[in-house]
């Protein structure tokens, strides 16, 4: 026989009060390990000092270096070749004293005697294309890497420095005290890479058609490693995955390139009337007062004759940037050019697009729009776009530098795409226009914490794409109601959190040790962050915390710890709970109705009620009792369906205790009873997000808040009280929360494979 339940707040608060001191118990037991997934991550942190503060705010002795460089570039386009020589003005604002320069040479993993290779493992399959082969076992590698002709000080002495692989250490002539500079000259050459056969993040792809190239160009100079609070000089080796990190300072870039090429980069085009031309000019001045419709600066006529011929005189472009991390240009004889004004704050910022004939249509259509709505939607997520202008320029790969980013996406030869094309081209320049903000601006180490740039990114990649599918509806698809995004809901990482733990590292992972990088550092952080703007946090108390970490830290390098704490800060939320399962592990959420049952009230004492009493000293006819489903008396209860309110002893009780008015104001009263038990199989605790089916068709959610699962790891009880009689409850109906395995999130249960057993079985097949 099942047992009458007593008193509904007593029961509660009584099994509530031993659970709670039996958990006290088990913590203080000899050798036990707080494995509490609500413990504070103040072990992890480190401690709250003047320079980063325990808010996560940039404290008072807060300090950050700047390097300065005045440039002189040149690209050899017959021989694919570029020369360089700078000047750099190092400024050490740090309290520390400094004996030697850290400076990266990224160019030299592709140097042939670069140890990338080495790192990556290789065996030897039962076939392989003829063009595998070849390029495997017959073709000399590329000579890549930085040919670095000397090092001297800015009276022309030689340096004293040595190059480990992609660092090089330069050493003073003395020490560089707090608060002084030192200026030193590099000169070098390198060849440039074809990054369509060979890869890389920069280099030129060949048109075989005309013998053109069109150049993106990057990591083509020695570049200031950073020296910060944090763990000194960050002069991690570059093996090709992981990103940059690099300090602030202001660029004076002189690029030499044939007459007959058009070139953009970072910052201004101080000589713009030299190397326009009249009608140049001309679509320049109306491109500034178009908001809505680029203007061609370089037609596809004008870009096909020239692409026909090569111009054996050079011409010189100027660019100056102030305050940025990086430098990143694009030149060829190629480019189609248009441009467009776009209102951010008070201020206009000029959206723009490079690209080739075989770019159109679709850039022409819509590369300089996505460009426009990325900066409107970022703007608002964070702060307004402080540059003046944001570049777009078309390539085989995505890669992102201040005011300029290389974007895929590519019709076939008659001009025609697919919808996938579409998408993954818009996709793209939105993330590497979105980079402007993360890491150029926040300027997080990518080095070290990939997720830092590409997981927060990618998480307002995911809101900039919803906006642009409704600013500009006519990019859709008919078939598509919103923006079809490919990361960011949470239904779209369940199969990578539910996959091999043996092939899966937690975010906290140095990018170049993570196994599935797209899922590790770009999925997964952005997944997360719209869980707890959607589910946990709410957009109002998100955005605030989100802004506030931007703006505190806009042309700053922080950490992890900041964002972190920030996100608390500003929110009164704590999250601990959610950095340590989310972004600490890579434990999953499964979480499962285990049980329902089903309760009728009543006053009629029945012999377990009256040994219920006796225990609790009470008198039998003086408690409210509530029967399971298959109890004693249940029957009876369920036939007279009486509300709670209705029962004698509660109806008194009432009378005697309240005011005709409080009497008036008490809410509606239940008369159907349930005590739903929840497991959780996954290791994450998560929000319980039910919603009720009740008896007249109409449905209810009630989300219950992660602190839910504190006392208990495996399972929890609600009790629910109702005026209408509930058919069914679901768990995540909308999906919100990654959940592995649906099929234990029905009551009744449903027989329904879940959505990560059809991908297991699919696999097996």
């Given at each position: 026989m099942k047992i009458i339940k007593y008193f509904l707040c007593?029961?509660?608060?009584?099994?509530?009060?031993?659970?709670?001191?039996?958990?006290?118990?088990?913590?203080?037991?000899?050798?036990?390990?707080?494995?509490?997934?609500?413990?504070?991550?103040?072990?992890?942190?480190?401690?709250?000092?003047?320079?980063?503060?325990?808010?996560?705010?940039?404290?008072?002795?807060?300090?950050?270096?700047?390097?300065?460089?005045?440039?002189?570039?040149?690209?050899?386009?017959?021989?694919?070749?570029?020369?360089?020589?700078e000047t750099i003005t190092y400024t050490n604002n740090s309290p520390d004293d400094l004996k030697y320069l850290w400076v990266q040479l990224d160019q030299n993993m592709r140097s042939r005697d670069s140890k990338t290779p080495l790192i990556r493992s290789s065996g030897i399959g039962p076939a392989t294309s003829s063009s595998g082969a070849v390029k495997s076992y017959l073709k000399e590698s590329f000579d890549g890497g930085f040919h670095i002709e000397h090092v001297k000080d800015?009276?022309?002495?030689?340096?004293?420095?040595?190059?480990?692989?992609?660092?090089?250490?330069?050493?003073?002539?003395?020490?560089?005290?707090?608060?002084?500079?030192?200026?030193?000259?590099?000169?070098?050459?390198?060849?440039?890479?074809?990054?369509?056969?060979?890869?890389?993040?920069?280099?030129?792809?060949y048109f075989e058609e005309n013998d053109n190239r069109i150049y993106v160009m990057a990591q083509f100079y020695p570049r200031m490693a950073v020296y910060n609070d944090v763990e000194g000089w960050q002069n991690s080796q570059f093996w090709g995955r992981d990103e940059f990190a690099l300090p602030f300072g202001d660029f004076d870039v002189n690029i030499t390139v044939p007459a007959d090429h058009i070139l953009d980069g970072t910052g201004?085009?101080?000589?713009?009337?030299?190397?326009?031309?009249?009608?140049?000019?001309?679509?320049?001045?109306?491109?500034?007062?178009?908001?809505?419709?680029?203007?061609?600066?370089?037609?596809?006529?004008?870009?096909?004759?020239?692409?026909?011929?090569?111009?054996?005189?050079?011409?010189?472009?100027?660019?100056?940037?102030?305050?940025v991390r990086d430098f990143g240009f694009a030149t060829s004889r190629k480019f189609l050019w248009d441009m467009m004004a776009v209102k951010i704050g008070d201020k206009d910022v000029m959206a723009v697009s490079l690209y080739s004939k075989e770019g159109n249509p679709l850039w022409e259509q819509w590369s300089t729009?996505?460009?426009?709505?990325?900066?409107?939607?970022?703007?608002?997520?964070?702060?307004?776009?402080?540059?003046?202008?944001?570049?777009?320029?078309?390539?085989?790969?995505?890669?992102?530098?201040p005011m300029i980013c290389y974007n895929f996406g590519r019709p076939d030869k008659e001009g025609k795409y697919s919808d996938r094309t579409k998408y993954g081209m818009i996709s793209v320049i939105i993330h590497e226009v979105g980079h402007n903000f993360f890491p150029m601006i926040v300027n997080s180490d990518e080095r070290q914490w990939t997720w830092m740039d590409e997981g927060l990114n990618t998480f307002v990649q995911y809101v900039a794409e919803q906006d642009f599918g409704e600013w500009y509806p006519k990019a859709l698809s008919p078939s598509d109601k919103a923006y079809p995004s490919r990361r960011g809901p949470a239904k779209n990482i369940v199969r990578y959190m539910g996959g091999n733990q043996d092939y899966i590292a937690p975010i906290m992972t140095k990018g170049l040790n993570t196994y599935q990088f797209g899922?590790?550092?770009?999925?997964?952080?952005?997944?997360?962050?719209?869980?707890?703007?959607?589910?946990?946090?709410?957009?109002?108390?998100?955005?605030?915390?989100?802004?506030?970490?931007?703006?505190?830290?806009?042309?700053?390098?922080p950490t992890p710890e900041d964002f972190f704490r920030t996100m608390e800060?500003?929110?009164?939320?704590?999250?601990?709970?959610?950095?340590?399962?989310?972004?600490?592990?890579?434990?999953?959420?499964?979480?499962?109705?285990?049980?329902?049952?089903?309760?009728?009230?009543?006053?009629?004492?029945n012999e377990n009620g009256k040994q219920l009493a006796e225990r609790y000293n009470r008198d039998p006819n003086s408690?409210?009792?509530?029967?399971?489903?298959?109890?004693?008396?249940?029957?009876?209860?369920?036939?007279?369906?009486?509300?709670?309110?209705?029962?004698?002893?509660?109806?008194?009780?009432?009378?005697?205790?309240?005011?005709?008015?409080?009497?008036?104001?008490?809410k509606a009263t239940p008369k159907f009873f349930y005590e739903v038990t929840f497991d959780k199989p996954g290791g994450l605790v998560m929000p319980i997000i039910v919603e009720f089916t009740y008896a007249d068709g109409t449905t209810e959610k009630?989300?219950?808040?992660?602190?839910?699962?504190?006392?208990?790891?495996?399972?929890?009880?609600?009790?629910?009280?109702?005026e209408k009689e509930i058919i069914s409850i679901a768990l995540d109906p909308d999906l919100e929360t990654a959940d592995v395995d649906t099929s234990n999130n029905a009551w009744p249960k449903e027989a329904k494979t879940s959505e990560f057993d059809k991908f297991k079985n699919k696999t097996k097949d």
């Open positions: 007593a029961f509660l608060c009584s099994s509530f009060s031993m659970y709670a001191q039996d958990e006290i118990k088990e913590e203080r037991q000899p050798g036990h390990t707080n494995q509490n997934k609500f413990k504070q991550l103040y072990d992890e942190f480190a401690t709250p000092n003047m320079f980063r503060t325990g808010s996560g705010a940039p404290g008072p002795a807060y300090y950050q270096q700047q390097a300065d460089y005045k440039m002189d570039i040149e690209i050899d386009d017959v021989n694919a070749k570029l020369y360089g020589d800015i009276n022309g002495k030689n340096l004293e420095h040595t190059i480990n692989s992609t660092m090089m250490r330069v050493e003073l002539p003395s020490v560089l005290k707090s608060g002084s500079q030192f200026s030193f000259k590099i000169k070098w050459w390198y060849n440039i890479n074809d990054h369509v056969k060979d890869g890389g993040r920069s280099g030129y792809e201004y085009l101080v000589n713009r009337e030299d190397v326009f031309t009249k009608d140049m000019m001309k679509r320049f001045k109306k491109a500034k007062k178009s908001y809505d419709t680029p203007v061609m600066i370089v037609t596809q006529d004008e870009a096909e004759i020239t692409e026909k011929s090569k111009s054996k005189d050079k011409k010189t472009w100027k660019l100056s940037a102030q305050m729009k996505a460009v426009a709505s990325t900066l409107k939607s970022y703007s608002r997520m964070t702060f307004d776009y402080p540059y003046h202008k944001a570049i777009s320029v078309h390539a085989p790969m995505g890669m992102e530098y899922n590790n550092a770009y999925s997964k952080p952005a997944t997360g962050l719209n869980m707890l703007r959607e589910t946990i946090m709410g957009r109002d108390l998100f955005d605030y915390s989100f802004r506030e970490y931007a703006n505190r830290w806009m042309f700053k390098h800060d500003a929110s009164a939320v704590d999250l601990d709970w959610f950095w340590r399962g989310w972004f600490y592990t890579t434990d999953y959420t499964d979480i499962g109705i285990k049980e329902v049952k089903k309760f009728a009230v009543s006053a009629t004492p408690l409210v009792y509530f029967i399971e489903e298959g109890g004693e008396g249940y029957d009876d209860a369920v036939k007279k369906a009486e509300a709670i309110d209705e029962v004698l002893t509660v109806k008194e009780y009432i009378m005697d205790n309240f005011t005709p008015a409080e009497q008036k104001e008490m009630q989300t219950y808040p992660a602190q839910i699962w504190r006392y208990n790891d495996k399972e929890v009880s609600k009790a629910i009280a109702s």
